[in-house]
């Protein structure tokens, strides 16, 4: 038996004694030996595929508590006709060891993922090869390549459209004539051979040729049922023409004319599916593609990719940002549109951070690069947006079944019609029409489209209004939550503690914070950072300190020349005077300011709701999603923040894997759960939850654990996700209706010879172009 050895990077092992100990494990599967190096991270692998996988190889190595890199690779793919061809493609591919690959018709591209370094580019490359189909390695083009790309594609339809219509021209003239009875405008059957054998054989020859490797790999597709049907017109038309068969009809404007219609929704095709990728370009077209960089006191324009990072860019009034980084002099307000979604301009200076390609609305700002080109958020975003536009949906998965079986379905239904229709009329020839028809209408373009279409402009849809969805699963998914567990702490709230409140003995509640703030000045802690922000915001002057000192657990102590010795901290340390009537405020943390006598002032400090908040809980609670809030923190500030959002169910007090627990629970209770969060401890939870959403701004582990990312941080995105989720499954079972209601109605008609092969060729191509059409119509969601 044939031996295969393979070399996987190997992730997670400490010692030598990880090595050996995984080298153990792989030895004890049939037919493996393995020789696992520490110093490298690499195991080599011997195995015969008879008798273990690689599959089972990688599964050994997880249950032995390693991992296995991934790798992913995309590959343009040209030569694909229908959804048969991208089904039988991803079967091809999927027999390559170790390779997971999904094949998307819409995008003409294929996914690959499998273990780091175990397939060669070359391979996957000969694989596509030999299925029939060419590709080449994807590269992030630019908004004009993308257009130019399009507009190639369309020429070159477009040229032999015109050519093919070119020479079935004079077959519609006729055909008009015989509408209305000019019999004499009859065209010679041998020009009518002249001018039908072009179009068979030269225009048509991409079918040929795409019928050929399609039924040498062993399936079917689209191209063999056009070649069939319209050779079987073309030859028998031929027959009866040189056989001097005057008596028998000829049928060469039905082979011609099909052959054009197909094209023609081939051309319209394209067309439209340029328009669904604009998701894309309108992205890349954000970026500037010039820059002003400062270098030795000198100001100079270079084109963005010779940016490096440290480079100090000038951004005028109405220029885009041309890379992520830190403004390092000036002010200005910047519009992130791109980014969150948020029409309104943020104001930046000395210290914020910026991004590329969004747009300086006024002011001047430098700022010191620290990400450029394909580093930047924006760049990550495209990626991020690619990847989901290419991905498949699980509602995907009957239309690509279908699609597997449909051609040689259809083809015995075409050879039953021809016999049925031939022993019941008694003539060959016109059965043999009903076949073509049978053959010509039946195409499985439209149901390749179907599903892909809307979610590249769901996705698209996202981007713009800064809804980030990882894969085509997490759109479909979002739309069927009827659950949204939320976190408190920099979801719900704001993240940071915030003065809601002053109470002041004497009445004057700048004083007191400005005595407050003072003394806090020398403090590290959150409370006080607070109360100094406010005082900040207020405008008011901290005073001289004298004597600081910090008491853990209770507060700080410090002289101010007028006041004394004074003490900032908790009520109960600060002062033993009675707290005033309505103290302390449910839900708040109260800080008391207080001189060696009487109780001076008091402070109320929150971590207060985000704006739209409570309008987010309810619109969302609108829709029919209940909205359950779990925080580690205590049970009064958890009731407050719940009571002040409109949320009835809540828990407080849990741990991150409480959190994780309770979406378990829900899911087992037959709901369909989200999760929104944004710190590390929300990780579990969000890795448990059917769908993920995470802010943009939390912790890199949350984002990267979610399926949505919320640009913006709102968790009114949150209802605008779902909300598109549904308007693209509207779109996805209106696209697959459509589809399948061409095939169910037309098949019969045509074989019953209610529908010619022209009339089926033109409700072939009008399948397809009502698919793309309609799921373009998801651009005006709003």
Not at 361 to 371: D, E, I, Y
Not at 612 to 641: C, E, F, H, R, Y
Request: net charge neutral; aromatic share 6%.
């Amino acid at each position: 038996m044939t031996e295969t050895v393979i070399t996987l990077p190997i992730a997670g092992m400490h010692c030598a004694a990880c090595a050996a100990r995984l080298e153990k494990v792989l030895g004890k599967l049939d037919g493996v030996s393995a020789s696992v190096s520490f110093a490298s991270e690499q195991a080599q692998i011997h195995y015969q595929p008879g008798r273990s996988s690689l599959q089972q190889v990688q599964d050994a190595i997880v249950k032995a508590g390693f991992s296995v890199p991934q790798q992913q690779l995309q590959l343009d793919i040209s030569g694909m006709t229908c959804a048969a061809c991208a089904v039988r493609l991803e079967k091809v591919l999927n027999k390559l060891p170790g390779v997971n690959a999904q094949v998307n018709f819409a995008t003409s591209a294929a996914q690959l993922q499998f273990a780091a370094g175990i397939l060669p580019i070359a391979d996957a490359l000969h694989a596509v090869r030999k299925a029939g189909f060419s590709a080449t390695l994807h590269e992030d083009a630019g908004s004009e390549d993308l257009q130019q790309q399009h507009a190639r594609q369309y020429r070159r339809e477009l040229g032999w459209f015109g050519l093919a219509l070119l020479l079935t021209l004079p077959f519609l003239l006729e055909m008009l004539a015989m509408l209305f009875g000019w019999h004499q405008l009859m065209l010679p059957r041998s020009l009518q051979l002249a001018l039908a054998t072009p179009v068979q054989f030269i225009i048509g020859w991409r079918f040929y040729r795409g019928a050929w490797h399609a039924l040498r790999s062993g399936g079917a597709n689209m191209d063999v049922l056009v070649a069939l049907g319209t050779s079987m017109a073309w030859l028998l038309s031929t027959v009866v023409t040189l056989s001097g068969w005057q008596q028998q009809h000829v049928y060469f404007e039905a082979s011609a004319a099909v052959i054009t219609l197909v094209l023609l929704g081939k051309l319209l095709e394209a067309r439209a599916r340029g328009k669904t990728s604009g998701a894309i370009a309108s992205l890349i077209r954000l970026a500037p593609r010039h820059a002003r960089i400062e270098r030795d006191g000198q100001l100079q324009d270079i084109a963005v990719e010779q940016l490096q990072v440290g480079d100090v860019v000038v951004v005028r009034h109405g220029e885009s940002l041309p890379v992520d980084g830190v403004v390092v002099e000036g002010q200005a307000a910047i519009d992130e549109s791109m980014l969150t979604g948020e029409s309104l301009p943020i104001s930046k200076t000395i210290g914020d951070k910026v991004y590329a390609a969004t747009r300086n609305q006024q002011g001047m700002l430098k700022v010191r690069a620290g990400s450029v080109g394909s580093q930047t958020q924006l760049a990550e975003i495209i990626r991020l947006v690619g990847l989901a536009q290419g991905s498949k949906a699980p509602i995907q998965r009957l239309a690509d079944q279908i699609a597997g079986v449909f051609v040689p379905v259809v083809a015995t239904i075409a050879l039953l019609t021809l016999l049925f229709n031939g022993w019941w009329l008694g003539d060959w020839s016109q059965a043999l029409i009903r076949a073509v028809a049978v053959l010509v209408i039946a195409c499985p373009c439209a149901l390749g489209l179907a599903t892909p279409t809307a979610i590249m402009m769901g996705v698209g849809k996202g981007a713009g209004r800064g809804v980030l969805f990882r894969n085509a699963a997490a759109l479909e998914t979002a739309g069927r939550i009827n659950t949204l567990v939320v976190d408190k702490t920099g979801t719900l709230t704001e993240g940071r503690p915030v003065v809601t409140t002053i109470w002041a003995a004497d009445g004057d509640e700048n004083r007191v914070l400005q005595l407050a703030a003072s003394v806090e000045s020398g403090s590290e802690h959150p409370l006080a950072h607070a109360i100094l922000q406010q005082a900040a915001e207020r405008g008011l002057a901290l005073l001289p300190l004298q004597a600081f000192q910090a008491e853990v657990g209770q507060g700080v102590t410090a002289s101010i020349d007028g006041y004394g010795s004074l003490r900032v901290g908790r009520p109960d340390w600060a002062s033993n005077a009675a707290l005033p009537a309505g103290w302390p405020l449910p839900g708040q943390s109260m800080i008391a300011l207080a001189d060696d006598t009487r109780l001076l002032g008091l402070l109320a400090i929150a971590d207060t709701l985000r704006p739209g908040a409570v309008s987010a809980v309810k619109t969302l609670q609108q829709m029919g999603v209940q909205v359950i809030m779990l925080t580690g923190d205590n049970p009064s500030t958890a009731a407050a923040i719940a009571s002040e959002a409109g949320i009835t169910d809540y828990r407080a007090g849990l741990r991150p894997q409480d959190k994780a627990e309770a979406v378990v629970q829900l899911q087992a209770a037959g709901r369909k759960v989200a999760m929104l969060g944004d710190g590390v401890n929300d990780a579990p939870a969000l890795a448990a939850a059917d769908v993920s959403f995470a802010m943009g701004a939390g912790s890199d582990v949350a984002i990267e654990t979610a399926d949505i990312t919320l640009m913006q941080g709102d968790i009114l995105h949150v209802a605008d996700a779902i909300r598109l989720s549904r308007a693209t499954l509207g779109k996805i079972r209106q696209n697959l209706f459509f589809a399948f209601i061409y095939n169910v109605l037309g098949i019969p008609l045509a074989a019953l010879g209610m529908l010619n092969p022209v009339l089926a060729g033109a409700a072939m191509a009008m399948s397809s172009v009502s698919v793309v059409s309609n799921s373009l119509l998801l651009r005006r969601w709003k």
